[in-house]
């Protein structure tokens, strides 16, 4: 069975990389920016669509606000990125947005980001492979109708190929994103041509179709919080942005130049798409509304186009209005949309296991997420993120609407905090810096964050007004819950450093055990118990004796007949046990000697059965279990177990011994400690 799974192992995740080779896990630019930008270029298949759809609640009129809309996300957008390539270049390790905040907002400040990251990097698997199988069902009837089901085994997928690591992920993903980058751009280049060089006229499959406003006769106010809804909405084209800082490390030399490259290239790609799908959709005529309501609202020659309607993405009515629908290339750009948008989790795939191992390296998160993988991924981390992507996806039925309700709120959190740190982070450099060249630089950057700051401010009052009712509530509440647990954890590890830690100035007496008094557990005379009798005897305690509890009194008189006569050189006392116990009177003894010599160290020592097969473990040691989990809460009693391998356990022999995960991949420094601790 071991070698099985070994194989199935292999087959799935690949052969094991030695520490040596992380340096071969290191990207280039041209893979790193499918790696990492994935997120934020596939969002222009749901963000301008987004816009639309709330502007549709209102009714088709309201579209006219849509290109001021998408100006304003573009200048948001653009503003995060000249931002970002500051904090690449001032905190390169990969701490990203919560290095940036712990350092010059405190470790509180630090959590809230990390708790808003950990949540949006959750939601941006949810909501990509959610909207990726919004595309498929397009197509195929069956996607449609089982979304959930679907949502959850391309999540299955998508761990597996990121267990493999971050160089093997990287090279899967980047054929299929640069697809989508050149499909969509040709798209819109195809589309900016018909349209100003030829004169042609596009027309949208749903271009004659009407939409039932659902908010009519709007007051002032009430409109402009429907358009700052749609702004939130459209915001949505930002996240992933943050995901290049946080991978830093991952780059190859020199690490911050290749990543501000990298970010700059993705943000104009990015807006490029963007812009030109909300203009070619605007210039056809696209009909979007909320799906959830679509088949009442949107009307199809007067009538309600009923319970079977289902509503194109944005992205596939513009490749049929410029391409014809059944073209190769409407089927071709609504294959890449689709799988892109499924690659797209992989910008958290990359992110959440990152951030997880330095909260974790910062006792924020149990160590285990501090630990490589055998591909030296962060393999732990990748299999939460999925974890929790999967019940959010089963839980909100994988319908994208109800996810980006919660989505962007984490992002901007982490956005507005990060670009004050960044601003504090500048003026403290300013004060010690007099190269009058370098402090231009610093002006400079200063000013871009302090205006990335103010922007993705007013981005996040705007995305919680217009969205906490709509679900951000969540969030709101998941963000509190996520910065106390990791609180919590924080406490434990340092309280338990400060309860082991050692006072060099005097020694601890009570590590230094005046007498040890030894007991061997028995409960018959067989080879187990003179094992563990030998053993015993081999340490020279300062008393040894042999312990038995007298349930049954014949057996117990026949168990000190049987010991005498076979001469064994170590007394036996037998305890009482009028209610048929086992535990308590041994338990009870051990406490009597701990009283009358509080300076002494009790050794118990207890025979136990190495079996080969797991119903063996019910039929045997059940006693000794029980036993070892009550003498090990007594101070100043050790319990060694004495094994007794029976013959089922030969076929073990040659099988690796089982260790907690990364146990075997822990850094030096902290098994170095671990090892300090047990001494």
């Given at each position: 069975?071991s070698k099985v799974t070994d194989l199935v192992k292999r087959l799935f995740i690949g052969r094991a990389l030695r520490s040596t080779q992380l340096h071969e896990q290191l990207l280039p630019k041209r893979i790193a920016l499918p790696v990492f930008a994935?997120?934020?270029?596939?969002?222009?298949?749901?963000?301008?669509?987004?816009?639309?759809?709330?502007?549709?609640?209102?009714?088709?009129?309201?579209?006219?606000?849509?290109?001021?809309?998408?100006?304003?996300?573009?200048?948001?957008?653009?503003?995060?990125?000249?931002?970002?390539?500051?904090?690449?270049?001032?905190?390169?390790?990969?701490?990203?947005?919560?290095?940036?905040t712990t350092v010059n907002l405190g470790p509180n400040a630090g959590l809230t980001v990390a708790s808003a990251l950990m949540v949006d990097y959750v939601l941006t698997v949810a909501v990509s492979v959610a909207n990726g199988v919004d595309y498929v069902?397009?197509?195929?009837?069956?996607?449609?109708?089982?979304?959930?089901?679907?949502?959850?085994?391309?999540?299955?997928?998508?761990?597996?190929?990121?267990?493999?690591?971050?160089?093997?992920?990287?090279?899967?993903?980047?054929?299929?994103?640069?697809?989508?980058?050149?499909?969509?751009?040709?798209?819109?280049?195809?589309?900016?041509?018909?349209?100003?060089?030829?004169?042609?006229?596009?027309?949208?499959?749903?271009?004659?179709?009407?939409?039932?406003?659902?908010?009519?006769?709007?007051?002032?106010?009430?409109?402009?919080?429907?358009?700052?809804?749609?702004?939130?909405?459209?915001?949505?084209?930002?996240?992933?942005?943050?995901?290049?800082?946080?991978?830093?490390?991952?780059?190859?030399?020199?690490?911050?130049?290749?990543?501000?490259?990298?970010?700059?290239?993705?943000?104009?790609?990015?807006?490029?798409?963007?812009?030109?799908?909300?203009?070619?959709?605007?210039?056809?005529?696209?009909?979007?509304?909320?799906?959830?309501?679509?088949?009442?609202?949107?009307?199809?020659?007067?009538?309600?186009?009923?319970?079977?309607?289902?509503?194109?993405?944005?992205?596939?009515?513009?490749?049929?209005?410029?391409?014809?629908?059944?073209?190769?290339?409407?089927?071709?750009?609504?294959?890449?949309?689709?799988?892109?948008?499924?690659?797209?989790?992989?910008?958290?795939?990359?992110?959440?296991?990152?951030?997880?191992?330095?909260?974790?390296?910062?006792?924020?998160?149990?160590?285990?997420?501090?630990?490589?993988?055998?591909?030296?991924?962060?393999?732990?981390?990748?299999?939460?993120?999925?974890?929790?992507?999967?019940?959010?996806?089963?839980?909100?039925?994988?319908?994208?609407?109800?996810?980006?309700?919660?989505?962007?709120?984490?992002?901007?959190?982490?956005?507005?905090?990060?670009?004050?740190?960044?601003?504090?982070?500048?003026?403290?450099?300013?004060?010690?810096?007099?190269?009058?060249?370098?402090?231009?630089?610093?002006?400079?950057?200063?000013?871009?964050?302090?205006?990335?700051?103010?922007?993705?401010?007013?981005?996040?009052?705007?995305?919680?007004?217009t969205k906490f009712t709509h679900g951000a509530w969540i969030v709101c509440v998941a963000m509190p819950v996520l910065f106390l647990m990791m609180k919590g954890i924080h406490r434990h590890y340092e309280n338990v450093s400060r309860e082991l830690a050692?006072?060099?100035?005097?020694?601890?007496?009570?590590?230094?055990?005046?007498?040890?008094?030894?007991?061997?557990?028995?409960?018959?005379?067989?080879?187990?118990?003179?094992?563990?009798?030998?053993?015993?005897?081999?340490?020279?305690?300062?008393?040894?004796?042999?312990?038995?509890?007298?349930?049954?009194?014949?057996?117990?008189?026949?168990?000190?007949?049987?010991?005498?006569?076979?001469?064994?050189?170590?007394?036996?006392?037998?305890?009482?046990?009028?209610?048929?116990?086992?535990?308590?009177?041994?338990?009870?003894?051990?406490?009597?000697?701990?009283?009358?010599?509080?300076?002494?160290?009790?050794?118990?020592?207890?025979?136990?059965?190495?079996?080969?097969?797991?119903?063996?473990?019910?039929?045997?040691?059940?006693?000794?279990?029980?036993?070892?989990?009550?003498?090990?809460?007594?101070?100043?009693?050790?319990?060694?177990?004495?094994?007794?391998?029976?013959?089922?356990?030969?076929?073990?022999?040659?099988?690796?011994?089982?260790?907690?995960?990364?146990?075997?991949?822990?850094?030096?420094?902290?098994?170095?400690?671990?090892?300090?601790?047990?001494?």
């Amino acid at each position: 069975m071991s070698k099985v799974t070994d194989l199935v192992k292999r087959l799935f995740i690949g052969r094991a990389l030695r520490s040596t080779q992380l340096h071969e896990q290191l990207l280039p630019k041209r893979i790193a920016l499918p790696v990492f930008a994935s997120d934020a270029l596939s969002s222009v298949a749901y963000a301008p669509q987004e816009i639309l759809v709330i502007l549709s609640l209102a009714g088709v009129s309201f579209y006219h606000f849509s290109p001021w809309v998408a100006v304003a996300v573009v200048v948001v957008m653009l503003t995060v990125v000249a931002s970002y390539r500051q904090n690449v270049h001032a905190y390169p390790s990969g701490g990203g947005d919560y290095e940036v905040t712990t350092v010059n907002l405190g470790p509180n400040a630090g959590l809230t980001v990390a708790s808003a990251l950990m949540v949006d990097y959750v939601l941006t698997v949810a909501v990509s492979v959610a909207n990726g199988v919004d595309y498929v069902g397009a197509t195929i009837p069956y996607v449609a109708q089982h979304k959930p089901l679907v949502a959850i085994l391309i999540v299955i997928v998508l761990t597996l190929v990121n267990l493999r690591g971050i160089r093997e992920s990287g090279a899967a993903f980047a054929i299929p994103t640069y697809a989508f980058m050149f499909a969509v751009l040709g798209l819109i280049m195809w589309g900016g041509f018909r349209v100003f060089v030829l004169g042609d006229e596009l027309r949208a499959p749903t271009a004659g179709y009407e939409i039932v406003a659902e908010q009519s006769d709007l007051t002032s106010f009430a409109a402009a919080f429907l358009i700052l809804r749609a702004f939130s909405s459209g915001c949505a084209a930002l996240t992933g942005v943050e995901a290049i800082s946080n991978g830093v490390p991952a780059f190859r030399k020199p690490k911050s130049k290749n990543a501000a490259n990298t970010l700059l290239m993705m943000g104009l790609v990015s807006v490029t798409m963007f812009v030109g799908i909300i203009s070619l959709g605007l210039a056809s005529g696209v009909k979007v509304a909320d799906p959830a309501v679509a088949f009442r609202d949107v009307l199809i020659d007067g009538r309600p186009a009923g319970p079977g309607y289902y509503q194109q993405p944005i992205i596939s009515q513009v490749a049929d209005a410029v391409f014809g629908n059944g073209s190769l290339p409407f089927f071709v750009i609504s294959a890449v949309t689709a799988l892109i948008l499924f690659l797209a989790a992989n910008t958290a795939f990359n992110g959440f296991p990152v951030l997880g191992s330095i909260l974790a390296q910062d006792r924020y998160l149990p160590r285990q997420l501090h630990t490589r993988g055998d591909r030296l991924a962060f393999s732990n981390g990748i299999v939460i993120l999925a974890a929790g992507a999967c019940l959010l996806l089963w839980g909100f039925e994988a319908d994208v609407s109800r996810l980006l309700n919660l989505y962007i709120l984490g992002v901007f959190v982490s956005f507005t905090l990060s670009q004050i740190g960044m601003v504090r982070h500048w003026s403290r450099r300013l004060r010690t810096e007099t190269d009058p060249k370098v402090r231009h630089q610093m002006y400079r950057s200063r000013t871009i964050n302090f205006f990335g700051g103010v922007m993705t401010g007013l981005v996040l009052l705007v995305v919680l007004f217009t969205k906490f009712t709509h679900g951000a509530w969540i969030v709101c509440v998941a963000m509190p819950v996520l910065f106390l647990m990791m609180k919590g954890i924080h406490r434990h590890y340092e309280n338990v450093s400060r309860e082991l830690a050692v006072d060099d100035s005097a020694v601890d007496e009570s590590i230094l055990p005046a007498r040890n008094h030894a007991i061997v557990l028995v409960s018959k005379i067989h080879k187990p118990t003179l094992r563990a009798l030998a053993y015993a005897r081999a340490t020279r305690p300062s008393k040894l004796e042999a312990i038995t509890v007298g349930v049954e009194g014949a057996e117990a008189r026949e168990l000190q007949e049987e010991w005498e006569r076979r001469g064994i050189p170590v007394p036996l006392k037998t305890l009482d046990s009028p209610y048929r116990e086992i535990t308590r009177p041994i338990l009870e003894y051990v406490k009597s000697l701990r009283r009358r010599s509080p300076r002494d160290v009790v050794s118990v020592y207890i025979p136990e059965y190495v079996v080969g097969h797991w119903w063996e473990h019910i039929l045997h040691n059940q006693s000794a279990l029980r036993l070892k989990t009550r003498l090990i809460f007594q101070p100043g009693v050790m319990v060694i177990s004495v094994p007794w391998q029976l013959h089922s356990s030969d076929r073990l022999k040659g099988r690796p011994e089982p260790l907690a995960p990364g146990a075997s991949r822990r850094p030096r420094q902290e098994a170095a400690r671990d090892e300090d601790v047990k001494a």
